[in-house]
């Protein structure tokens, strides 16, 4: 086992790798794919994300990402909507489909939906979504028509879990928006999904995340057994141990700063990767602070770390709620901050 790493050490690496000390010059479909996957929950908060993270960036790109198929909107780890690339969204969802499958059978609508063979919903409801694609509630009140003692909204939520369904556009554009419309993944791209090999998913994570424990990687895809690849990839990678005495995994290149490389203040939006990546989540933000995350607010990263979120009002004014207080050299590069995200807002 290696030396041990200090949450500061910790969290220089995941600002480095998630493109939050420097913005890089990358398309958004290079920035999509290395981050592997952006949370989507909220329609507008990639855009935000990708500003974030890259030099000179415009909604345009990844709208023209999602309108041409080159990235997808779609339920995938953890049971909750990212944006993807179209390679990524055809590879990673066959891995949640077992913790959907389990959804279904002690999830809130477990009761509801006893009895019900999910293939054969499945089967129906993909002929309906790739013939006309709407919304699953909409396609649930179809489906009624031959399961007539079930309530729609619970067919069309066994319809969210058992196919691979991408949101369309408009769903997620910056200059518009609209409701969930969905088709299944392969209607959308016009190819089947293919598993990618878990090993991949693995050293694919690290590259974004690491170093991490095992049970970091479980908890940000929702994977179980992972312990299995890991010990098959553990010849090619590098071990230490956190502060809590953990073993933690990392590649050998990877990179590692000194804790003591300085960090611009960086706003995240709602429910970031960086907050939701890992069992573990002291290397960015404190046990107490994980309610805005979990309220889904977006927050401020001073010198590495969440200190505040952040909110903006319909004409696009920026304020910010300190979780601490700050020394005002700091509050004036957080509000400097913001100034670059409003006037960057406004504009577009």
């Known amino acids: 086992m290696g030396t041990t790493l200090s949450q500061d050490q910790l969290n220089r690496a995941l600002i480095e790798r998630q493109m939050l000390r420097e913005r890089a010059d990358l398309s958004a479909l290079a920035t999509i794919e290395h981050l592997f996957g952006i949370q989507a929950q909220e329609p507008k908060s990639p855009y935000v994300g990708l500003w974030t993270r890259l030099q000179n960036f415009q909604p345009k790109e990844l709208e023209d990402l999602l309108t041409n198929r080159e990235a997808v909107r779609m339920l995938l780890m953890r049971g909750t909507i990212h944006l993807v690339s179209a390679r990524d969204a055809l590879g990673l969802r066959p ?149 809590a005495g953990k073993e933690l995994f990392d590649l050998p290149d990877a990179p590692r700063p000194d804790p003591e490389t300085p960090v611009p203040v960086r706003l995240l939006p709602e429910f970031d990767n960086i907050l939701l990546a890992h069992a573990d989540r002291r290397r960015v933000i404190a046990d107490d602070r994980l309610g805005v995350v979990i309220g889904g607010k977006p927050t401020v990263l001073v010198d590495g770390y969440v200190v505040a979120t952040w909110a903006v009002s319909k004409e696009r004014a920026i304020s910010v709620d300190y979780i601490d207080e700050q020394p005002r050299s700091r509050q004036k590069a957080v509000a400097e901050e913001c100034d670059r995200l409003q006037d960057w807002m406004r504009r577009n």
């Not at 006309?132 to 649930?140: C, H, M, N, V, Y």
């Not at 998913?201 to 312990?227: C, E, I, N």
């Open 95 to 243: 891995h949640t489909q077992l913790k959907l499958d389990r959804e279904l059978q002690s999830g809130p609508f477990a009761a509801r939906l006893k009895g019900l063979d999910f293939d054969e919903i499945a089967e129906a409801g993909r002929k309906i979504l790739d013939e006309t694609p709407q919304g699953t509630a909409e396609a649930g009140k179809q489906l009624k028509e031959r399961w007539p003692d079930r309530e729609h909204t619970v067919l069309g939520n066994a319809l969210r879990n058992k196919l691979a369904l991408v949101q369309l556009p408009p769903r997620g554009l910056w200059h518009s928006s609209g409701r969930a419309v969905c088709t299944t993944v392969e209607n959308w791209l016009g190819r089947p999904q293919q598993a990618m090999d878990r090993q991949e998913l693995v050293l694919r994570y690290l590259k974004a995340f690491g170093p991490a424990t095992v049970m970091d990687a479980q908890q940000w895809s929702g994977l179980t057994r992972l312990g299995e690849v890991f010990q098959q990839l553990e010849p090619g990678l590098v071990t230490f141990r956190n502060e």
